[in-house]
């Protein structure tokens, strides 16, 4: 082997290595200033907080009530957000006498940015406790006459779900819409009722549906619309 040759090999011997350690970690490098890099350039970071009520609870006619909540950015990606509801009669009358309450706690990923609107995924664990009166009615066949059996209804629900949501911004107004799926477990009881409470004949009758005794687990898709304002 001629002495040009030998250099040649000796030196591709030691560049060989030094190349693929500084391509090892400019790699390294690279991924990890990546996501820094890309968010810093299109999120605003000044808005870390978010108060926000929910307008599809205002006109929930199942569950109505007013509910607010506080979301707290932790990181660029990675959010909390805690709600607390007041069970409350806001358009028309669909329960009578209602009283209770609702608290709401959501971790939330968001996984693409751009600097009016975030998309994320998100863990929302939900506990539920209303009571109201409703009423039914019976036959009295020995004086011929119909009694009207008022009684109290008592319904409780603890639910977990996973949820697909995205937020918009407007200066500093807030858009958070998300919708998903999950279990919920409902309690439902009915306290000094004499006659029976039959299910609806109606499909659509979901107010008188929702008041049925049970106890137990179901499937449910939540959605939420959320109208907010960040700071």
Same mark, same amino acid.
């Given at each position: 082997?001629?002495?040009?040759?030998?250099?040649?090999?000796?030196?591709?011997?030691?560049?060989? %290595?030094?190349?693929?350690?500084?391509?090892?970690? /400019?790699?390294?490098?690279?991924?990890?200033? /990546?996501?820094? @890099?890309?968010?810093?350039?299109? *999120?605003?970071?000044?808005?870390?907080?978010?108060?926000?009520?929910?307008?599809? +609870?205002?006109?929930? *006619?199942?569950?109505?009530?007013?509910?607010?909540?506080?979301?707290?950015?932790?990181?660029?990606?990675?959010?909390?957000?805690?709600?607390?509801?007041?069970? !409350?009669?806001?358009?028309?009358?669909?329960?009578?006498?209602?009283?209770?309450?609702?608290?709401?706690?959501?971790?939330?990923?968001?996984?693409?940015?751009? %600097?009016?609107?975030?998309?994320? $995924?998100?863990?929302?664990?939900?506990?539920?406790?209303?009571?109201?009166?409703? !009423? @039914?009615?019976?036959?009295?066949?020995?004086?011929?006459?119909?009694?009207? =059996?008022?009684? @109290?209804?008592? +319904?409780?629900?603890?639910?977990?779900?996973?949820?697909?949501?995205?937020?918009?911004?407007?200066?500093? $107004?807030?858009?958070?819409?998300?919708?998903?799926?999950?279990?919920?477990?409902?309690?439902?009881?009915?306290?000094?009722?004499?006659?029976?409470?039959?299910?609806?004949?109606?499909? $659509? =009758?979901? *107010? +008188?549906?929702?008041?049925?005794? @049970?106890?137990?687990?179901?499937? $449910? /898709?939540?959605?939420?619309?959320?109208?907010?304002?960040?700071?």
């Amino acid at each position: 082997m001629s002495y040009f040759a030998k250099v040649k090999q000796l030196k591709f011997s030691i560049e060989a %290595p030094y190349k693929l350690f500084m391509l090892r970690h /400019l790699f390294i490098f690279f991924i990890l200033a /990546l996501p820094l @890099t890309v968010s810093c350039q299109i *999120i605003d970071t000044d808005y870390k907080n978010q108060i926000k009520v929910s307008a599809l +609870r205002l006109i929930n *006619i199942i569950n109505p009530g007013i509910e607010i909540s506080y979301e707290r950015f932790h990181k660029l990606y990675l959010s909390s957000e805690v709600s607390v509801g007041y069970a !409350t009669n806001v358009i028309g009358k669909p329960h009578n006498h209602l009283k209770g309450y609702s608290i709401g706690f959501e971790e939330k990923y968001f996984v693409k940015m751009h %600097p009016n609107s975030r998309k994320y $995924f998100s863990l929302d664990f939900n506990c539920n406790n209303i009571n109201y009166e409703e !009423t @039914t009615s019976g036959r009295d066949t020995i004086n011929n006459v119909t009694i009207i =059996d008022p009684f @109290t209804v008592v +319904r409780k629900s603890l639910s977990l779900s996973f949820r697909y949501g995205l937020q918009f911004y407007r200066k500093q $107004f807030v858009l958070d819409l998300n919708i998903g799926a999950g279990m919920k477990y409902r309690n439902v009881k009915h306290h000094d009722r004499i006659f029976e409470y039959k299910r609806s004949p109606e499909p $659509f =009758d979901f *107010i +008188r549906n929702a008041n049925l005794e @049970t106890n137990g687990f179901v499937f $449910f /898709l939540p959605v939420n619309i959320r109208l907010g304002y960040r700071f």
